[in-house]
């Protein structure tokens, strides 16, 4: 019987391509390693007002949807409420602490992003490609760091590639795709537009991919052309109907009108808060920055792999036959590298407002990554031929760079959307040059280590110490607990805690009790403020002023 079960074993394992298990085991590492340190990871500036959010739309719907205060809760009408929703339901019935329930619910739509990416690679270039694209997606700091607590951001990302995974699946089969690929395109669109109005991209991608299929039918007529056209859109209708439902359901605001969703994005170009934001050292308010703003956080945020592996993605379009890329693979990595860089050039173009580095263009993260994984493996197969010599130093190279960017990651962790390329000198080149944590993810510890540190100074039975912050209160609140009290008195309180980000630890002069430090750089302070006067703390005037 034992020898059966472990033959049989081996003969299902036989059927998988080496890569296939490596991917599973990538993502299974991934979802561990996530939960377990879910804890890690501070509650975000947004999350509060997120929250709310998904409390007001369900209370709309409990009262027969006349209670409207949804609708006028600072612009959060303007966005979908799924990932809220959800959280919100899963709270009321799950006994965990509310904001650990979004974490993990955040941390599982970033793995089954990374799964989403490596499908999409593997759909177009097979099992290795897919492996490489996990892996390109997992290391990435942007991603890995901010699947935590950007629970809008890394959703939205999620969703979108998911859903460009079965718009990939369906054309290959237009002008009759199946009918599972018709209904996952639809539940992960619908996923995406409850999110963000960002998603009303995909319907005009689909668009283009059936004029591009129509276009390349070899000796059709104009009118089979437009026959295939008609046929394709036809059969994608109740992928769009699925869609829409799933966007009203959780997007209240959508519902009271068509256009609303189109209106939402003209009103994204025209926001304006009073947040500064840096650029290569210097500070902008976040409607005046740069044109290049966000292209340059794109090029020094993310691991230079992607940018790599996606070149020569689209040297294989470009050069065709050394890859052996037929047509389907060229169209597939014209559209990836469509959708990366589209919504770049509309910010370029448009010079819409920035959020605070990339955080609002995560969602092109993973098609760059599929492209990565792409080209990587197209690399890969044509060196084969060269000889195994050359497709096995190539393999550790690859290998070598992945787990360098791994490494990175650790060393940073948990504040691993810290990362930065080596075009700017890592972390220690782009302090207080760049936005860094601007989420103050340090709050865990610094108020872990600010226990041990009065513990020390005052001894077992301190008493309860004041402490102000420059973050959101209910961050050091969710933390401190009643080990200490938040203070909005600056002048008064017996601490601060601050990040590095926009100087911030530099609004008050007392003095440094400890420093948080990763790959040897001060990303936040802690500042004992007892014994000294309101004029030796020395306010900054512009934190006076907050």
């Not at 537009?193 to 998603?199: H, P, V």
């Not at 810290?418 to 040059?433: D, H, K, N, T, Y």
Request: glycine share 8%.
């Amino acid at each position: 019987m034992p020898g059966s079960f472990v033959g049989h074993l081996r003969s299902r394992l036989a059927v998988h391509d080496r890569c296939d298990l490596a991917t599973a085991l990538l993502l299974g590492t991934l979802l561990v390693v996530a939960l377990a340190t879910i804890g890690d990871y501070a509650i975000s500036n947004d999350e509060e007002v997120q929250q709310r959010y998904g409390e007001l739309i369900i209370a709309w719907y409990a009262s027969g949807f006349t209670d409207q205060t949804l609708f006028h809760f600072k612009n959060l009408y303007l966005y979908g409420g799924l990932f809220d929703i959800v959280a919100t339901l899963l709270d009321r019935v799950l006994p965990f602490d509310l904001y650990t329930v979004r974490h993990v619910l955040s941390a599982l739509t970033g793995v089954a992003g990374v799964g989403a990416t490596a499908a999409t690679a593997r759909l177009i270039a097979g099992p290795r490609a897919g492996l490489i694209a996990a892996a390109a997606l997992a290391v990435c700091g942007v991603w890995y760091g901010g699947m935590f607590n950007h629970t809008k951001d890394v959703p939205f990302a999620a969703a979108m590639i998911g859903a460009t995974y079965f718009l990939l699946r369906t054309a290959r089969d237009l002008p009759r795709p199946r009918v599972r690929d018709v209904i996952g395109f639809g539940v992960l669109l619908g996923a995406a537009l409850g999110l963000r109005a960002m998603a009303l991209l995909v319907p005009c991608y689909a668009g283009l991919v059936i004029l591009a299929q129509a276009w390349a039918l070899d000796g059709a007529t104009r009118q089979e052309r437009g026959r295939f056209v008609v046929a394709s859109l036809l059969r994608l209708l109740p992928a769009f109907a699925i869609g829409y439902a799933i966007m009203i359901a959780s997007w209240p605001w959508a519902a009271l009108d068509l256009f609303n969703p189109v209106r939402a994005i003209f009103s994204f170009a025209h926001f304006h808060y009073e947040i500064r934001t840096l650029l290569d050292g210097d500070v902008y308010l976040m409607n005046e920055v740069p044109r290049w703003y966000v292209p340059t956080y794109v090029l020094v945020k993310l691991p230079l792999l992607l940018f790599a592996g996606a070149l020569c993605a689209l040297v294989t379009v470009a050069w065709p036959r050394p890859f052996s890329a037929d047509v389907a693979r060229r169209g597939s990595v014209a559209l990836l590298a469509f959708t990366a860089a589209f919504p770049l050039l509309c910010e370029v173009a448009f010079r819409g407002p920035a959020f605070t580095g990339m955080r609002h263009f995560i969602f092109i993260v993973p098609p760059l990554a599929v492209l990565a994984g792409i080209g990587f493996d197209a690399v890969l197969a044509a060196l084969s031929r060269i000889g195994v010599a050359a497709t096995a130093t190539a393999t550790v190279v690859l290998s070598a760079a992945i787990v360098w960017n791994a490494a990175v990651l650790v060393r940073l962790h948990p504040y691993e959307y810290l990362f930065f390329s080596p075009l700017v000198g890592g972390l220690e080149g782009a302090a207080r040059r760049y936005d860094t944590d601007y989420w103050v993810n340090i709050m865990p510890e610094a108020v872990e280590r600010l226990t041990q540190y009065v513990r020390t100074t005052d001894g077992r039975a301190p008493p309860r110490h004041t402490v102000a912050v420059c973050a959101e209160r209910i961050s050091f609140e969710h933390e401190a607990g009643d080990r200490f009290a938040w203070s909005n008195q600056w002048l008064q309180a017996d601490f601060f805690i601050a990040p590095t980000h926009m100087n911030c630890d530099r609004g008050l002069k007392g003095r440094t009790a400890f420093t948080i430090k990763r790959l040897g750089v001060v990303i936040g302070v802690v500042q004992d403020l007892r014994g000294l006067t309101a004029s030796e703390r020395g306010l900054a005037p512009e934190l006076a002023r907050k």
